[in-house]
């Protein structure tokens, strides 16, 4: 069972550990600027009133537990002034937050981080793919969440890993809705007798598209309302560190034994994702020099609709309105499209195959990095 405990701004940080207590006692109590990311789930405020029932007449397993219970508005205001100040203490100046929330307070956090100077970069809306129906029948049903990325002050530079999630999304950009079921089946965490162990764990899908879009490898995540530990589940099979903190120990009995049954992140080598910026330069010149296109072969855009031909001194030479236009891939691929700039890379494409098979001349690029190693 995890213990109680208290930190010193002059400690060690507690890695990979749920610390039992008050997220804001707690969170101000480790040293500042010393997290990467921070990922809150706080309490809703729902204000719920009475036992929800289904058609069957069958009681609704709903959040009624204290910790969401406030007693005003301005009491929830309070609360979360104080966990968000706390949060941007512990935060490194080009460090994230993620928090999430359904239409009872989203909006209420939102005004509020922007009044204490964090920046919003995204809301990101969660689309439940097989949301809880509304049994009253008199409410849309409820089948979204949202969640604000923000960072501590405009002018920060937070981590975002934009190839991995285009990769993820069948190399389309990642879209600002995300759709991906609701916790369920052995996903769920269950006690002994069968009962929910928590009522509002998230799915791991959702945790592994934030911590894979905002943090790298060996980052530290801080998560002030840990609840079942879905944070840390998957910060721990993606290379990165994570600190918990629950007030209930009971949460964080179940949330500490799920952590322990998984395995950890596999080889640094397959969690991460290079930006593009961060490739070693390969000129073009170079794919000519191994042979891999030849002086005079024609490359074309992935339509069709422009070509342009090689030179041996690797630029391109294309013809325009009956002139001649010579220059690099980029230059001339951003006059044929009468563009300011161009990646040549990506927009010239090769014949593959002899038949037409186009394929864009960065598979070359990428080609010659694998086999040169760098």
Known sequence: MPRKTKITTTSALPLDKILIGDSIRIMNELPAHSVDAVFADPPYNLQLGGDLLRPDHSQVDAVDDDWDKFADFAAYDTFTVEWLKAAKRVLKPDGCLWVIGSYHNIFRVGAILQNLGFWILNDVIWCKSNPMPNFRGKRFTNAHETLIWASPSKNAKPCFNYEAMKSLNDDK???????????????????DKGVKVHPTQKPTSLLYRVIMSSTKPGDVILDPFFGSGTTGAVARQMGRRFIGIEREKAYAKYAEKRIASLAPAADVEFLTTLAKREEPRIPFGIILERGLLRPGQYLFDERQRHRARVKADATLQAEMRGDKIIGSIHKVG??????????????WCFDADGRGGLMPIDRLRQQVRAETGV
Request: charged fraction near 20%; hydrophobic fraction near 35%; include cysteine.
């Open 334 to 347: 951003a006059l044929v499209q009468g563009l300011p700039a161009c990646n040549g890379w990506t927009f």
């Open 173 to 191: 950009q990642m879209r600002s809705d995300w759709h991906m079921p609701i916790c369920s089946g052995k996903e769920r965490l269950r006690d």
